[in-house]
């Protein structure tokens, strides 16, 4: 990159700030984000708020003049910063572990500068045909055939609703133009997916019109893994009781457990009865770049669409959601709609990404996932996911061997699921366990050195702990275990005093 | 902002790069950026590309080893800058001009270094509270009544969803639960709209299950606004049909020509039929802000929804796209499945906003919206935009006073739309004329200097030109009418030869 050449100081570009009125204060912003990612460490981690905190005291109104950045930026040390949890902590073990990361950051900066809208081939070329070429990028790093081709979506629930349509649309049944509703023609219609299933699979069936009732949800085996059987049994259930099934959701590391649906089978019985088959890998899909993780994904290329989320296990920040799919005319005949003051020469040529999805509007979301995967490589890209997993199973060991601890699920990623038994009270009640744990987890939480959620499987309740940020040491994975046991010591201490 | 202690060099912040890394290549972009911004007029605007040129340069797959920032930014230099269309350009015209503005491009700058999840209060508190504050902000500068709620989406395309989602659910037909398909107790269902409405009214129709037909177009008056007399005559033949309507989307400012629907009457309509009103102002909204221009938007609280976009003409980056509601927990009914892992404490006494959407996972957007806000001033939002209506009404003049130029529309606010009539071939019939303009908009935006677009009205071929981005003056808007005076000429010239 040119330096610039000099600028007069106070020149104004018309309206907006002048242009070195930016560089003084994206300079000083650079600074305090070097400095928040070198001394990230020293934040508590969840945000130590109660409801109503920072509204009451921000301005009820918006200020009539011009102010300062100095100011702000003075308001967003003193009164945003407190109110933040740190998803880039490397101690944010809760939900999915993600990361912001120094490529990724730059990348958004010049997106935001460039403030292009990526709906038209036209109307940025090289925002459309970077995605093109960085999805096909990801695609062969995840051993996925040239037949898919891929788009950025916000989010997974967006990719897995987009998906869904189409899986709607390739049904045929003229909904597109006629609808579902009062056609005395169509039956009810069905998607399938496991009860592990993450809830934007059951909203995007609200969405589209097929109710909470139009997803089948079909139990899991011991390892929280889709029974296929089940699943051929309610199809063919289904079938005769006049409904048309449509759809099957497999997930390949799910929410709570990252346990992986048997897609192989799955994809066998969709083949069988025509269904498309979605498959949800938005956390676990970036673990197929691993050679010896590849087998969890085998067969994954029947299905007819796959999101994987980059902004979850890709150290891209949020949001980068990837749809592939392997019969993109299907989703363009579900969503495009050309209005006269869209239409362009180029639509015969070129690939409009506007007529896939939802939304029209689509910010350059390319350029940072390209800086991603060229500055850490392949190689520095497979070196992060590998250590994280292995943080994981070296946790999940220490656990294994502490009796005051039971795992609550295998580990094929990086995320576990384990709960505190205290080793005198093995018969405690489910309920009172319960308690126990989510004393725990809030007292393990209010150390503001760590964070972890938790979920409930099969009806108990498990701490949840998840590794994924690039920041993430094993001294940071081994800090979490030490206050999840000492915090643990002090609730035994209590519950033996209170229990004389 | 207080200045980071100083980095030892090359420290290492576990896989990711260091951050002293970061604030080199920051201060490095930060210039390029200040030096875009300040030399912005140079760069052609429309990207002088053919569909694949940008595709086959880059590399086929991925880098198996990292990359230099340095190797990459020249890339970005030589590979993808050519093949930008500028919409942060002052002469880009097209489809709506917006603003990347500096203080924008900076809130974008700290949303992507924290990378927080607003998708939870506890996820991210001052994400959530900021959130509430600035959009009630921004209510109460459109001049609407704090019975309105707002979140943000990433587009109106979503906006409109959610609220047409909202809109079905309010019906009480228990659609949540059962859905659409099969039904035999359910009617055909029906959105109303003008036929100027945006294609992502048309899109959610579809989406959610009413399919095309489940949209009723009302043709619109003279001045491209929905005949309120025919909405009404519509609902009651509907009705006597056995369809059973759910609601109006009444639009202010078109996509086409900006014209503004009848939202009083429109109103009462809905109103009288117990429909659902949501209100597009998507780009026209933020005018409410105008004393002036507050007349065009009485009565707009009637509606039950209204989305307005910031990234439009509140020079905030894409995305940012607010959507009001007067009943959030119709939305929230639409909208909410809470997953145990998604379960907090907090859920009785704070708004977890995942639960008003589609997307779980949402980017923290109010953040350069509160940047945006603080930095200009309400005087400096009401002066950008009056100015840039103003331009608007001039140019309106100077076309006008043409006797080679028609308008095709009124111009309410900074958008106009016109055509190309040769003064000695008033005659030329329709498709000559379409063949003219096309001819004329694609000589006018080769010239690089300009970005304009076009729409067909009521059959009738015209070019575009919207004027709202912050650095646009008035010799950005006269040099674009001479261009387009010259290349008209050319054609005549041209015209003139061969018609001899």
């Not at 730059?106 to 995605?131: D, H, I, R």
């Not at 294994?400 to 205290?422: C, D, G, K, M």
């Not at 050195?449 to 940071?476: E, P």
Request: proline share 6%.
């Amino acid at each position: 990159m040119d330096a610039p050449p000099k600028s007069k100081p106070n020149s104004k570009t018309h309206r907006d700030l002048a242009p070195e009125n930016f560089l003084e204060q994206a300079e000083k912003i650079a600074e305090w984000i070097a400095n928040y990612l070198e001394n990230i460490r020293h934040y508590p981690v969840l945000a130590p708020m109660k409801p109503g905190d920072i509204k009451q005291i921000l301005p009820e109104s918006a200020p009539y003049n011009p102010e300062s950045f100095q100011q702000i930026l003075e308001d967003f040390d003193q009164i945003i910063l407190p109110g933040i949890t740190h998803w880039n902590h490397p101690r944010f073990f809760a939900y999915f572990s993600i990361t912001g990361s120094v490529p990724g950051i730059l990348g958004e900066m010049l997106s935001a500068a460039l403030n292009v809208n990526a709906m038209l081939w036209k109307s940025s070329p090289a925002a459309t045909e970077l995605e093109q070429v960085v999805l096909d990028w990801l695609r062969q790093m995840l051993g996925l055939p040239e037949t898919f081709a891929g788009l950025i979506n916000d989010t997974a629930s967006v990719s897995s609703l987009c998906a869904m349509a189409a899986a709607r649309e390739a049904a045929g049944l003229n909904i597109r133009e006629q609808g579902l509703a009062g056609r005395q023609d169509l039956p009810p219609l069905r998607f399938y997916a496991s009860t592990e299933a993450h809830s934007s699979i059951e909203k995007s069936a609200i969405v589209l019109g097929f109710g909470q009732n139009g997803l089948c949800k079909i139990p899991t085996d011991a390892a929280f893994r889709m029974d296929a059987s089940v699943l051929q049994q309610a199809i063919e259930d289904d079938i005769k009781r006049g409904i048309k099934p449509i759809g099957v959701i497999a997930t390949l590391g799910t929410t709570s457990t990252t346990s992986v649906d048997p897609v192989a089978e799955i994809a066998k019985i969709c083949q069988q009865y025509q269904l498309w088959l979605h498959v949800d890998a938005a956390y676990a899909g970036v673990t197929a770049i691993l050679p010896e993780k590849r087998a969890l994904f085998s067969d994954w290329e029947f299905a007819d669409s796959i999101v994987v989320n980059p902004h979850k296990w890709l150290f891209t920040p949020i949001d980068c959601s990837v749809l592939y799919c392997r019969r993109p005319e299907v989703l363009r005949q579900a969503f495009s709609l050309i209005p006269e003051y869209l239409k362009t020469a180029e639509s015969e040529s070129a690939t409009n990404l506007m007529d896939y999805g939802v939304s029209l509007g689509r910010r350059f979301r390319a350029l940072k996932l390209w800086l991603v995967i060229r500055s850490f490589g392949q190689s520095g890209i497979i070196d992060a996911i590998r250590e994280h997993i292995q943080f994981a199973q070296q946790l999940k060991s220490l656990i294994e061997v502490n009796s005051n601890f039971q795992l609550l699920a295998p580990v094929p990623f990086s995320t576990l699921v384990f709960r505190f038994i205290p080793r005198h009270k093995t018969v405690l009640p489910e309920a009172e366990l319960t308690r126990l744990n989510q004393q725990l987890l809030e007292n393990i939480n209010q150390t503001g050195k760590v964070f972890l959620s938790h979920t409930v499987l099969k009806g108990k309740y498990g701490i949840r702990l998840a590794i994924g940020n690039l920041k993430t040491t094993w001294d940071d994975v081994l800090l979490a275990w030490h206050i999840i046991q000492s915090e643990a010591e002090k609730i035994l201490m209590n519950y033996a005093f209170k229990g004389k």
